[in-house]
């Protein structure tokens, strides 16, 4: 089944879960060709295992706590928190108690791919 996104002047419900946070799961928000939003939602004690994106991120702490770790840096983030890294930049997300974030990506093409000659 496709995930269904939201659309171009589409309200985007983005508050806190509460109650209801240990019953979701991270889900894409939207996606367009430069750029991509993400909910993530993480239970304590879970992480999202080291990895690299090539554009640009932003991670806001939506609720509860998380731990970006940076190039070996740990960057604790609570509930209205954002953190911006840089494209390329190695990092890991772990949740110190249950937590949402919206992650939001900036796309960016392989060299030569969709650029104007």
């Known amino acids: 089944m496709a995930i269904s996104h939201a659309s171009s002047g589409q309200l985007i419900d983005v508050r806190p879960l509460g109650q209801r946070l240990s019953g979701e799961v991270s889900i894409a928000l939207f996606k367009s060709e430069q750029l991509e939003v993400i909910r993530l939602v993480l239970p304590a004690g879970k992480s999202f295992p ?4 090539a554009g640009e991120i932003t991670v806001h702490c939506i609720e509860g706590r998380i731990d ?4 070996g840096h740990s ?4 509930a209205g928190q954002m953190l ?6 190695p990092h890991a997300v772990y949740a110190l108690e249950d937590a949402s974030a919206l992650v939001t990506i900036v796309l960016c ?3 030569g791919e969709g650029a104007e000659a």
């Open 75 to 78: 960057n604790v983030l609570e």
């Open 84 to 89: 911006f890294l840089s494209g390329g930049v």
């Open 50 to 53: 080291p990895h690299q994106v």
């Open 68 to 71: 970006v770790t940076v190039e």
């Open 109 to 111: 093409r392989p060299p």
